[in-house]
Protein backbone atom coordinates (compact mmCIF):
# COMPACT_ATOMS: atom_id res chain seq x y z
CA UNK A 1 0.00 0.00 0.00
CA UNK A 2 1.67 3.57 -0.91
CA UNK A 3 2.28 5.50 1.97
CA UNK A 4 1.62 9.39 1.72
CA UNK A 5 3.55 11.99 4.21
CA UNK A 6 2.22 15.57 4.04
CA UNK A 7 4.23 18.33 4.81
CA UNK A 8 4.37 22.33 4.88
CA UNK A 9 1.85 23.45 7.05
CA UNK A 10 2.65 26.08 9.51
CA UNK A 11 1.14 29.10 11.10
CA UNK A 12 0.81 32.02 8.61
CA UNK A 13 -1.24 35.65 8.97
CA UNK A 14 -4.08 36.21 7.03
CA UNK A 15 -3.26 37.23 3.27
CA UNK A 16 -0.13 35.13 3.24
CA UNK A 17 1.16 31.86 1.45
CA UNK A 18 2.07 28.59 1.98
CA UNK A 19 3.01 25.69 -0.25
CA UNK A 20 2.14 22.30 0.96
CA UNK A 21 3.58 18.75 0.01
CA UNK A 22 2.19 15.08 -0.48
CA UNK A 23 5.08 12.71 -1.06
CA UNK A 24 3.91 9.33 -1.98
CA UNK A 25 6.47 6.28 -1.32
CA UNK A 26 5.49 4.97 -4.93
CA UNK A 27 5.05 6.21 -8.41
CA UNK A 28 0.73 6.64 -8.24
CA UNK A 29 -0.07 10.49 -10.09
CA UNK A 30 0.01 8.44 -13.86
CA UNK A 31 -2.92 6.02 -12.41
CA UNK A 32 -4.98 7.95 -9.95
CA UNK A 33 -6.57 11.36 -9.73
CA UNK A 34 -5.12 13.15 -6.74
CA UNK A 35 -6.67 15.70 -4.30
CA UNK A 36 -6.10 17.76 -1.15
CA UNK A 37 -8.74 17.60 1.43
CA UNK A 38 -8.40 19.79 4.57
CA UNK A 39 -10.74 19.16 8.12
CA UNK A 40 -11.63 21.49 10.37
CA UNK A 41 -12.02 21.16 14.05
CA UNK A 42 -16.19 20.16 14.30
CA UNK A 43 -16.14 19.72 10.97
CA UNK A 44 -16.21 17.11 7.94
CA UNK A 45 -13.01 16.37 5.46
CA UNK A 46 -13.98 17.82 1.97
CA UNK A 47 -12.11 17.82 -0.68
CA UNK A 48 -10.53 21.39 -1.71
CA UNK A 49 -8.53 20.47 -4.80
CA UNK A 50 -7.79 17.86 -7.21
CA UNK A 51 -5.83 17.18 -10.79
CA UNK A 52 -6.39 14.44 -12.53
CA UNK A 53 -4.11 12.05 -14.79
CA UNK A 54 -4.31 14.45 -17.91
CA UNK A 55 -3.45 17.26 -15.42
CA UNK A 56 -6.70 18.73 -15.32
CA UNK A 57 -7.61 20.48 -12.30
CA UNK A 58 -10.60 21.37 -9.90
CA UNK A 59 -11.19 23.30 -7.08
CA UNK A 60 -13.47 23.71 -4.62
CA UNK A 61 -15.29 27.13 -4.77
CA UNK A 62 -14.01 28.47 -1.26
CA UNK A 63 -10.53 28.03 -2.54
CA UNK A 64 -11.05 28.64 -6.33
CA UNK A 65 -8.87 31.79 -7.30
CA UNK A 66 -6.49 31.38 -4.30
CA UNK A 67 -5.10 27.88 -4.01
CA UNK A 68 -3.08 25.58 -7.15
CA UNK A 69 -2.61 22.23 -7.21
CA UNK A 70 0.37 20.54 -8.92
CA UNK A 71 2.27 17.57 -9.21
CA UNK A 72 5.82 15.99 -9.96
CA UNK A 73 5.91 12.92 -11.40
CA UNK A 74 9.73 11.77 -11.74
CA UNK A 75 9.58 13.02 -7.64
CA UNK A 76 6.08 11.09 -6.81
CA UNK A 77 5.26 14.51 -5.16
CA UNK A 78 2.21 16.57 -5.05
CA UNK A 79 1.88 20.46 -4.23
CA UNK A 80 -0.93 22.49 -3.02
CA UNK A 81 -0.16 26.67 -3.74
CA UNK A 82 -2.47 28.04 -1.23
CA UNK A 83 -2.18 32.67 -2.04
CA UNK A 84 -4.12 35.11 0.25
CA UNK A 85 -5.18 32.59 2.93
CA UNK A 86 -7.69 33.59 5.57
CA UNK A 87 -9.11 32.25 9.20
CA UNK A 88 -11.11 30.08 7.42
CA UNK A 89 -8.47 27.90 5.70
CA UNK A 90 -7.54 26.67 8.85
CA UNK A 91 -7.40 22.99 8.94
CA UNK A 92 -5.56 19.84 9.02
CA UNK A 93 -4.49 19.56 5.34
CA UNK A 94 -4.13 15.57 3.93
CA UNK A 95 -3.63 14.48 0.60
CA UNK A 96 -4.77 11.07 -1.31
CA UNK A 97 -6.79 9.74 -4.43
CA UNK A 98 -8.68 12.84 -5.61
CA UNK A 99 -12.02 10.70 -6.51
CA UNK A 100 -12.52 8.76 -2.97
CA UNK A 101 -10.32 8.78 -0.99
CA UNK A 102 -8.86 5.00 -1.82
CA UNK A 103 -5.76 5.19 -0.50
CA UNK A 104 -4.67 5.30 3.47
CA UNK A 105 -4.49 8.08 4.74
CA UNK A 106 -1.34 9.75 6.02
CA UNK A 107 -1.14 12.26 9.36
CA UNK A 108 -1.76 15.82 7.47
CA UNK A 109 -0.25 18.68 7.94
CA UNK A 110 -1.63 21.84 10.25
CA UNK A 111 -2.63 24.89 8.31
CA UNK A 112 -3.07 27.78 11.06
CA UNK A 113 -4.37 31.24 9.66
CA UNK A 114 -3.96 34.23 12.63
CA UNK A 115 -3.25 36.90 13.19
Known amino acids: QVQLVESGGGLVQPGESLRLSCAASRSIFRVYTMGWYRQAPGKQRELVAA???????NYADSVKGRFAIARDDAKNTLYLQMNSLKPEDTAVYYCNEGTKALLNWGQGTQVTVSS
Open 51 to 57: ITRTGIT
